[in-house]
């Protein structure tokens, strides 16, 4: 069964980091491009970050450049997204996905997603 599952999520001061993990099973994330996405009470998915299946390109939302870095470890089967210097507005459920295509911003264009986790910042 393909499944991908974040974890990492939690509540954090404002100023503070937090790493969240996307752990793929039942597939290899070699081939996948992986994108990071989040979703704010009474507010519309929103990418965050991206990266290519190889881990050599990555893009990010202008509201996250320079605070968040995405990795990936394929011998881990496993994507990161650290984030530093957390904000209120960074409070939302994120979520990864993985697409067959090239590493987008573009939600739609994902093909499998995980459950989300919680991030809270706030003081």
């Known amino acids: 069964q393909l499944q991908l599952v974040e974890s990492g999520g939690g509540l954090v001061q404002p100023g503070g980091s937090l790493r969240l993990s996307c752990a793929a099973s039942g597939f290899s994330l070699d081939y996948y491009a992986i994108g990071w996405f989040r979703q704010a009470p009474g507010k519309e998915r929103e990418g965050v970050s991206c990266i290519s299946h190889s881990g050599g390109s990555t893009n990010y939302a202008d509201s996250v450049k320079d605070r968040f870095t995405i990795s990936r470890v394929n011998a881990k089967n496993t994507v990161y997204l650290q984030m530093n210097s957390l904000k209120p507005e960074d409070t939302a459920v994120y979520y990864c996905?993985?697409?067959?295509?090239?590493?987008?911003?573009?939600?739609?264009?994902?093909?499998?997603w995980g459950q989300g986790t919680q991030v809270t910042v706030s003081s």
């Open positions: 996905a993985v697409t067959w295509g090239m590493a987008t911003m573009k939600s739609t264009l994902y093909d499998y």
